[in-house]
Structures are given as C-alpha cells and as structure tokens.
C-alpha cells in the first residue's frame, strides 16, 4: 500500500542555519503531497502542498520540490528560526485510496538560538 | 471565517466509561475526517465521510468505536467503553472535497485511566 518515510528527529539547528528534511513516498496512482506543521500543543497545519511532478510548493520560506522519479518530497528552508520549531509532517494523498491523508511518522525540529 | 471546531479539548474519563468527541467542520466543507495520533501509531485515518455519509471505516479499531454525522455541520466520535489504550489526541479535518486540502481542528487530548 500506500506510504510516506520521513527522516528520524529530533533535528537541532541553531537560527539561521539551512533545513533540509527527507521524505520520500510510495503510491501506486499519482499522488499529491503535502507538508503539515505541528507546533506544540496545536493541532495540523498545512504547511505547503504540491499536486504533480516538479510542482514546488512554497510558504513562510520553506519549498519542497514533488520529484516523481526519485519519489520524494524534502522540505528546505534557506534560514530557520526558533519560531519553526515544530514537528513536522510529510503525507500524501492519493485518488486511488480514496483521498485519505496518509502521513510519514514527523520529524521534531528543534531550533535554538 | 471559523476553523474545523473540537470539543472538548481534554478529556480525561475512567477505563468503561462512554467518551463522545465533537467536531463542527469549516461551513461548506464536504468531507469529514477523523484521525488519531499517538506515539506508537503516528497519525492514523479512522474514518472519512462525504456528504454525510460515511466511505471508509476500515481505520476504526474496533467496535468500541462509531461515528456519526446527522448533518453537513457536525459529527460524534464515541468510544464505548473506553480502555486505557484508546489514550491518544483524536484530530478533526474538513476538505471542500474527498480529494481536496483538509484542514485539522486543535484536536482532543483522550486520557483514559
């Protein structure tokens, strides 16, 4: 079936430094994908979404890019701050499954100062 | 405009007691899911509905569980009894369709003792 690897946490980054988090995808249709941040105590946010491939998906300075032949989707972000710590969760939702979002396991993100 | 609404926040019931967790999803909104989030499981799809009508059980655990939604702005998650391994924050999300962006609720922290 289905399914959604991310990279293990917790990633601890000073301020500023660049973020890459891993995720790659298994789906059997064409699959859109998506980044959900979690802060603590909070329920989901969408984060940034991509519907095809080569689709960037990009808000509050973060972008992923939807790389069909290497089926991955990593999260960037060029300069992070202690306000983007969080976990953060990469899903996809595929047609052939109905639509349901299904979630990599997230990623803690710790930044410090 | 109002976000999907959870309630309550927290419960905290004793183990055989019935639980009953409510969600309004965003006015306009077609689809209603409902996830639960632990430790142990990540985040996982219980159940999604469209148009009321529910399309997909197959993520309820057992049939301690059921789910309802009497109408296009509200639905019930009800565990009955309750165990200590239900303990889990059950999330809430709303799409325009099955297979557009959900948006999550704050979610419902469930302890059971």
């Known amino acids: 079936g289905d399914s959604v690897t991310q990279m293990e946490g917790p990633v601890t980054l000073s301020e500023e430094a660049f973020l890459t988090i891993n995720c790659t995808y298994t789906a059997t249709g064409y699959p859109s994908l998506f980044w959900y941040v979690q802060y603590p105590g909070e329920g989901l946010q969408l984060l940034l979404k991509a519907t095809k491939a080569d689709d960037k998906g990009s808000n509050k300075g973060f972008e992923a890019t939807y790389r069909k032949e290497t089926t991955s989707f990593h999260l960037e972000k060029g300069s992070v701050q202690v306000s983007d710590s969080a976990v953060y969760f990469c899903?996809?939702?595929?047609?052939?499954?109905?639509?349901?979002?299904?979630f990599g396991q997230g990623t803690e993100l710790s930044v410090k100062p | 405009d109002a976000g999907v609404i959870q309630s309550p926040r927290h419960e905290v019931t004793e183990m055989g007691q019935e639980v009953t967790l409510r969600c309004k999803p965003i006015?306009?909104?077609?689809?209603l899911f409902w996830y639960r989030q632990t430790m142990m499981r990540g985040l996982e799809l219980l159940i999604y509905?469209?148009?009321?009508?529910?399309?997909?059980d197959s993520g309820m655990p057992e049939d301690r569980f059921s789910a309802k939604m009497p109408n296009a702005s509200f639905s019930t998650l009800k565990i009955q009894p309750s165990e200590p391994r239900d303990s889990a924050v059950y999330f809430c999300?709303?799409?325009?369709?099955?297979?557009?962006?959900?948006?999550f609720g704050p979610g419902t922290r469930l302890l059971v003792l």
């Open positions: 899903a996809l939702s595929d047609q052939n499954q109905g639509g349901k979002l299904i």
């Open positions: 509905f469209n148009n009321n009508v529910p399309i997909d």
């Open positions: 999300a709303s799409s325009l369709g099955q297979f557009q962006t959900q948006y």
């Open positions: 006015s306009g909104h077609n689809s």
